[in-house]
């Protein structure tokens, strides 16, 4: 079917106005949705700061990983390898000697006030270490609180470290 050229012109003329209303719709409800995600995105930082600022710096991912452990490790071992490792340093010339200490380190046991002040002080919503136990269980259990205190009392007087807190944790991000 083909369209004599006054037909073209005259159907033109009618679509144009109707393209730029359906434009200016489309620009004022994109508007009006920015506006609406801007205001909840202020109300959810105007009631918690922390995770509005951990969402938006650090937003949560759905993928997952699908790589197989083993060939993560491999990978990892190869890039993070040091080829020099067993090789004796040699001192280099032209460095300063080093510095003196000005101050003693103290190695006394600290006591188990610092402690429950230094838990205290801590965030509530504070990434957990590699136990995952956050510090609000040792906020809301005394007794849990005492048996680490007793555990750090020990490492430090035996200085032998468990092997658990000599483990490195890798999270990687796909």
């Given amino acids: 079917m083909t369209v004599n050229p006054s037909e073209a012109a005259a159907l033109k003329q009618l679509l144009t106005p109707i393209q730029q209303k359906i434009k200016h719709h489309r620009r004022a409800e994109k508007h009006r949705?920015?506006?609406?995600?801007?205001?909840?995105?202020?109300?959810?930082?105007?009631?918690?700061p922390y995770d509005a600022g951990k969402n938006l710096l650090d937003p949560r991912s759905n993928s997952s990983l699908t790589i197989h452990q083993d060939l993560l490790d491999d990978h990892k071992?190869?890039?993070?390898?040091?080829v020099h490792y067993a090789e004796e340093l040699i001192a280099l010339e032209g460095l300063p000697p080093e510095p003196s200490l000005t101050t003693p380190f103290c190695s006394k046991s600290f006591k188990q006030e610092l402690f429950l002040k230094t838990v205290h002080t801590r965030r509530n919503k504070s990434a957990p270490g590699l136990n995952e136990i956050p510090y609000k269980v040792y906020?809301?259990?005394?007794?849990?609180?005492?048996?680490?205190?007793?555990?750090?009392?020990?490492?430090?007087?035996?200085?032998?470290?468990?092997?658990?807190?000599?483990?490195?944790?890798?999270?990687?991000?796909?």
Wanted: with cysteine.
């Fill in 139 to 174: 906020k809301k259990c005394p007794l849990l609180a005492d048996f680490l205190f007793e555990i750090i009392l020990t490492v430090q007087r035996t200085g032998n470290v468990p092997i658990h807190w000599r483990v490195v944790s890798s999270i990687f991000f796909s």
């Fill in 77 to 82: 071992s190869n890039v993070a390898k040091d």
């Fill in 33 to 48: 949705k920015k506006r609406w995600l801007f205001k909840k995105a202020q109300k959810s930082f105007q009631n918690n």
